[in-house]
């Protein structure tokens, strides 16, 4: 009784410690959350330390989880090789555990950093794979409206701007189904901003049901940036409805500031301000404006805005007949102009003549050395000549004896793989052997037993007409099951039976023979299914015959009443798991027919097994293919 409590106690002690360490790394990603791309250094202990408890569960899907954390880590701080390394590690660690939402989100974040590099094609393979595992599942689908407003990004990246409207309204839609407020917003900003050069109105009612959207989620930052939008859109000449229209988002940008209380925003507001006044012909208070967004402009914004800056300050001048001064900021907007293009061309330059430069210089490294080189040449002949014999000789003394090794090596190799071919000319001889005699038995109790079993339930069910006996139900009752029985039989025995179906639909139906008989209940799961059903014959019929064979293994030795398939495909392998719960053994070197069977199949597949079994605690049985 006492070793019983104790038991219990270390297996709670063990549960417990578990969970424990799950919280710890959930809290811990939760402060990494908090902390990135704020407070970097803060943000890398916090996920360094959940990385940590993560290696030491050994759980995969908790190691797909910080992995994933740390490469969003790496791009935060733009080490891509580093982010691009654990984000690939996160994807191995969500195949080992069936954990798609993080084998979704890396893709997906692979994809974002294949766009920045301007890899389309890799972008879009990234995206599409990502696409692929969220469709489909509700819980993924946040994810999967993200992907697809990339891949509008990615789209509008190559000018294709009919493709990117087709996956933003894809995100839109999806987003409204699943009620996911930010998603759908992001959706109608990125039609607006597509669509605003040439569809206007269809740019404003886009930004307008963003807007609506961020004033729900209260979104202040997102509401004010679209303010500006909006006002930036209604800014036209000769339209003074629609600069009624502009006054009002200026307002209400200039409102929304206030609150935020960020300096740096007052700039987008004089800017356009300028431009409502300029369009009004009010040109003095368009100059103020103007001068009140030039005083902020070089507090971290681009050469690109004061250039445009300078351009409608030029204007307003001109308009306001102060031609001096339009001539002035006209000259400030040609000497930026020209300087940006002088930059980009005198980099180009630089580099062109930063390795003429250093060519010339070996080149002229080169001459020296080749000139000191004759010299010691000239002085040295004779002693270089005997060198020179010497290394001839040790060079075809060390030819011979590398041809002889490498003769030998290859006659070697050529042993081993005449051993194997035979070794497996054997194996396929026997396969071939045995799925004849199954194909044999299969047809005789099919053709036999079950031809003969037929005619005796009809001659029953002829004398029970006369008779209609009901104990005479009962033996042709027995008699229908026992020949349904040998015709299920039959056809797990018969590989044309195996050649008439996918391995999917096989696997279930022997699942559904082992439950309907009461012997087993068998956990299916397979991923992907439709990759899983174009496997070659070789590679099904040997996968179907091997786990039929550690069924018959765990009904006949584990006295499990429950067992567990999982196939899996990745890139390059697959991946079989066969699980029970029944009393394991101990000697793993034991080995009857059926594991030799096993074994042969695999060696056959160029596979390798790995059983891994605690007396009284189950065995799981691990088969890996190479595929591709």
Same mark, same amino acid.
């Given at each position: 009784?006492? *070793?019983?409590?104790?038991?219990? $106690?270390?297996?709670?002690?063990?549960?417990?410690?578990?969970?424990?360490?799950?919280?710890? %790394?959930? #809290?811990?990603?939760?402060? $990494?959350?908090?902390?990135?791309?704020?407070?970097?250094?803060?943000? !890398?202990?916090?996920?360094?330390?959940?990385?940590?408890?993560?290696?030491?569960?050994?759980?995969?899907?908790?190691?797909? +989880?910080?992995?994933?954390?740390?490469? @969003?880590?790496?791009?935060?701080?733009?080490?891509?090789?580093?982010?691009?390394?654990?984000?690939?590690?996160?994807?191995?660690?969500?195949?080992?555990?069936? !954990?798609?939402?993080?084998?979704?989100?890396?893709?997906?974040?692979?994809?974002?950093?294949?766009?920045?590099?301007?890899? $389309?094609?890799?972008?879009?393979?990234?995206?599409?794979?990502?696409?692929?595992? =969220?469709?489909?599942?509700? =819980?993924?689908?946040?994810? #999967?409206?993200?992907?697809?407003?990339?891949?509008?990004?990615?789209? /509008?990246?190559?000018?294709?701007?009919?493709?990117?409207?087709?996956?933003?309204? *894809?995100?839109?839609?999806?987003? *409204?189904? @699943? +009620?996911?407020?930010?998603?759908?917003?992001?959706?109608?900003?990125?039609?607006?901003?597509?669509?605003? =050069?040439?569809?206007?109105?269809?740019?404003?009612?886009?930004?307008?049901?963003?807007?609506?959207?961020?004033?729900?989620?209260?979104?202040?930052?997102?509401?004010?940036?679209?303010?500006?939008?909006?006002?930036?859109?209604?800014?036209?000449?000769?339209?003074?409805?629609?600069?009624?229209?502009?006054?009002?988002?200026?307002?209400?940008?200039?409102?929304?500031?206030?609150?935020?209380?960020?300096?740096?925003?007052?700039? !987008? &507001?004089?800017?356009?301000?300028?431009?409502?006044?300029?369009?009004?012909?009010?040109?003095?208070?368009?100059?103020?404006?103007?001068?009140?967004?030039?005083?902020?402009?070089?507090?971290?914004?681009?050469?690109e805005q004061k250039m445009n800056l300078y351009k409608s300050i030029s204007k307003a001048y001109f308009k306001f007949k102060n031609f001096e001064k339009a001539y002035i900021y006209k000259e400030l907007h040609q000497k930026l102009s020209d300087s940006l293009f002088t930059i980009e061309k005198n980099k180009t330059f630089n580099e062109i003549q930063t390795k003429f430069d250093v060519d010339k210089k070996n080149l002229k490294i080169t001459v020296l050395q080749k000139e000191k080189a004759i010299?010691?040449?000239?002085?040295?002949?004779?002693?270089?000549?005997?060198?020179?014999?010497? &290394?001839?000789?040790?060079?075809?003394?060390?030819?011979?004896? #590398?041809?002889?090794?490498?003769?030998?090596?290859?006659?070697?190799?050529?042993?081993?793989?005449?051993?194997?071919?035979?070794?497996? *000319?054997?194996?396929?001889?026997?396969?071939?052997?045995?799925?004849?005699?199954?194909?044999?038995?299969?047809?005789?109790?099919?053709?036999?037993?079950?031809?003969?079993?037929?005619?005796?339930?009809?001659?029953?069910?002829?004398?029970?007409?006369?008779?209609?006996?009901?104990?005479?139900?009962?033996?042709?009752?027995?008699?229908?099951?026992? $020949? =349904?029985?040998?015709?299920?039989?039959?056809?797990?025995?018969?590989?044309?039976?195996?050649?008439? #179906?996918?391995?999917?639909?096989?696997?279930?139906? &022997?699942?559904?023979?082992?439950?309907?008989?009461? %012997?087993?209940?068998?956990?299916?799961?397979?991923?992907?299914?439709?990759?899983?059903?174009?496997?070659?014959?070789?590679?099904?019929?040997?996968?179907?015959?091997?786990?039929?064979?550690?069924?018959?293994?765990?009904?006949?030795?584990?006295?499990?009443?429950?067992?567990?398939?999982?196939?899996?495909?990745?890139?390059?392998?697959? /991946?079989?798991l066969v699980e029970d719960y029944g009393i394991g053994f101990e000697n793993q070197k034991t080995q009857g027919i059926g594991l030799q069977n096993i074994n042969e199949r695999i060696s056959l597949l160029n596979g390798t097994i790995n059983i891994d079994t605690v007396l009284r605690r189950g065995t799981t049985i691990s088969v890996f293919i190479p595929y591709k």
């Open positions: 009784m006492n *070793k019983k409590i104790i038991i219990y $106690f270390f297996l709670f002690s063990l549960t417990s410690f578990s969970q424990d360490r799950k919280e710890k %790394i959930e #809290h811990l990603i939760e402060q $990494f959350n908090r902390t990135v791309g704020i407070q970097n250094d803060s943000a !890398y202990y916090y996920i360094t330390k959940a990385y940590a408890f993560g290696q030491k569960s050994a759980n995969d899907s908790l190691i797909a +989880s910080t992995t994933y954390k740390l490469g @969003h880590y790496y791009f935060t701080v733009h080490q891509e090789a580093n982010a691009i390394r654990f984000l690939n590690l996160s994807i191995k660690h969500s195949l080992k555990s069936s !954990y798609f939402e993080y084998h979704c989100k890396s893709n997906n974040y692979l994809g974002i950093i294949a766009s920045q590099n301007g890899d $389309f094609n890799k972008a879009l393979s990234f995206y599409l794979k990502a696409l692929k595992i =969220s469709e489909n599942q509700n =819980s993924l689908s946040q994810i #999967h409206c993200a992907i697809l407003n990339n891949l509008g990004n990615l789209y /509008i990246q190559q000018k294709d701007t009919i493709k990117a409207i087709n996956y933003y309204k *894809k995100n839109i839609g999806l987003s *409204k189904h @699943h +009620s996911l407020q930010n998603e759908l917003m992001n959706g109608y900003i990125s039609l607006a901003i597509v669509e605003s =050069s040439r569809n206007k109105p269809f740019s404003i009612e886009n930004y307008k049901k963003a807007l609506d959207i961020s004033k729900k989620t209260n979104d202040l930052v997102t509401q004010f940036t679209l303010h500006i939008n909006l006002s930036d859109l209604y800014l036209g000449p000769d339209k003074p409805e629609e600069l009624k229209q502009c006054f009002y988002h200026l307002t209400e940008a200039q409102k929304l500031q206030k609150i935020i209380n960020d300096s740096s925003l007052l700039f !987008y &507001i004089y800017f356009n301000l300028g431009g409502y006044h300029f369009n009004n012909k009010n040109f003095e208070e368009a100059i103020k404006n103007y001068n009140k967004a030039l005083q902020l402009v070089d507090k971290g914004y681009g050469a010299e010691v040449e000239k002085s040295k002949n004779k002693f270089k000549i005997m060198i020179l014999l010497v &290394i001839v000789l040790i060079t075809i003394i060390y030819l011979l004896y #590398h041809k002889n090794k490498t003769q030998k090596i290859l006659q070697e190799k050529e042993r081993q793989k005449l051993q194997q071919e035979k070794e497996i *000319k054997r194996i396929l001889g026997q396969l071939e052997g045995e799925e004849k005699e199954r194909n044999r038995i299969a047809k005789e109790i099919h053709d036999g037993l079950g031809g003969k079993l037929a005619s005796i339930k009809m001659e029953l069910n002829l004398i029970n007409k006369q008779l209609s006996n009901s104990k005479l139900n009962l033996i042709i009752e027995t008699v229908t099951e026992t $020949f =349904s029985e040998l015709r299920a039989i039959s056809h797990n025995l018969s590989s044309h039976h195996i050649a008439n #179906h996918t391995l999917v639909e096989l696997l279930y139906n &022997i699942r559904n023979e082992y439950q309907n008989n009461s %012997i087993l209940d068998i956990e299916v799961a397979i991923y992907p299914e439709e990759l899983v059903n174009t496997f070659p014959f070789i590679i099904k019929n040997n996968l179907y015959r091997i786990i039929q064979e550690l069924l018959n293994n765990i009904v006949k030795h584990s006295g499990s009443k429950e067992a567990t398939i999982n196939l899996t495909v990745s890139d390059e392998e697959i /991946i079989l």
